[in-house]
């Protein structure tokens, strides 16, 4: 009836390598791109924001 014991210098070197990855993960996404596909979603979030505006109220 006695836990396990965990060595805690291993858990962390597990714990920061499995934070990098996910850091990684996202640099990946974000850097990862070709230049059109920048420039298409760049287009996109610009067309989304104009509509966005378009609805604001001047009160």
Known sequence: MMAEVVNL???RKRKERAEKEIAAEVNRAAF???KS???L???R???EKKALDKHKRDD
């Open 9 to 11: 210098r291993n858990f």
């Open 32 to 34: 990862g791109r070709t």
């Open 37 to 39: 596909e920048k420039e």
């Open 41 to 43: 979603s760049k287009a």
């Open 45 to 47: 979030l610009a067309l």
